[in-house]
T-cell receptor, first 111, second 116 residues
């Protein structure tokens, strides 16, 4: 059973479009992280959200943590080819601080 | 600053041969260390994690093993590789400024293993 569901699994859009990636769970997390991974490299941490309802912005990327701390979203405005990659969400459970990973969203931005 | 190294970067091994992948971390002490495997374009599968020297927890029963002979060294091994062991192996550490509660992980460059 996948505790963190990411959607969509795959997304291919044109440069300049907006997009949203979702990370959903029935479990509560004490914090949630988003990573981006380029082919042949390790994932790189983008952001950590901690408080329910929290919104963080990283240039054209906006991250939101759900009020109940069970879900999160990543919104990209005016996507660029450099945004191409695999986006992974990961949640920390209060009980044991283990990191639960989503299966990833593969994003392709076409010039 | 902290850095994490993995080697080799790529490896092609025959079925039944042994395996040793190494990971070292610089610039931090007493990190939590992790081995993950990743299928092409997909999420991460946690294989092993370690909270200290000689302390290894296994998440998935298989023919792989891990060891932590030194504080900042983590080794992934196998006595006999299977075809299904092919994949992208990632080492990560945590224990950064935000501490264990956030468990933010920092990854090495990975090893691409192909078993033929």
């Amino acid at each position: 059973t996948q505790l963190l569901e990411q959607s969509p699994q795959f997304l291919s859009i044109q440069e300049g479009e907006n997009l949203t990636v979702y990370c959903n769970s029935s479990s509560v997390f004490s914090s949630l992280q988003w990573y981006r991974q380029e082919p042949g490299e390790g994932p790189v941490l983008l952001v950590t959200v901690v408080t329910g309802g929290e919104v963080k912005k990283l240039k054209r990327l906006t991250f939101q943590f759900g009020d109940a701390r069970k879900d999160s979203s990543l919104h990209i405005t005016a996507a660029q080819p450099g945004d191409t990659g695999l986006y992974l969400c990961a949640g920390v459970r209060d009980s044991n601080y283990q990191l639960i990973w989503g299966a990833g969203t593969k994003l392709i931005i076409k010039p | 600053s902290q850095t994490i190294h993995q080697w080799p970067a790529t490896l092609v091994q025959p079925v039944g041969s042994p395996l040793s992948l190494e990971c070292t971390v610089e610039g931090t002490s007493n990190p939590n260390l992790y081995w993950y495997r990743q299928a092409a374009g997909r999420g991460l599968q946690l294989l092993f994690y370690s909270v200290g020297i000689g302390q290894i927890s296994s998440e998935v029963p298989q023919n792989l093993s891990a060891s932590r002979p030194q504080d900042r060294q983590f080794i992934l091994s196998s006595k006999k590789l299977l075809l299904s062991d092919s994949g992208f192996y990632l080492c990560a550490w945590s224990g950064g400024p935000q501490g264990l509660a956030y468990n933010e992980q920092f990854f090495g460059p990975g090893t691409r293993l192909t078993v033929l």
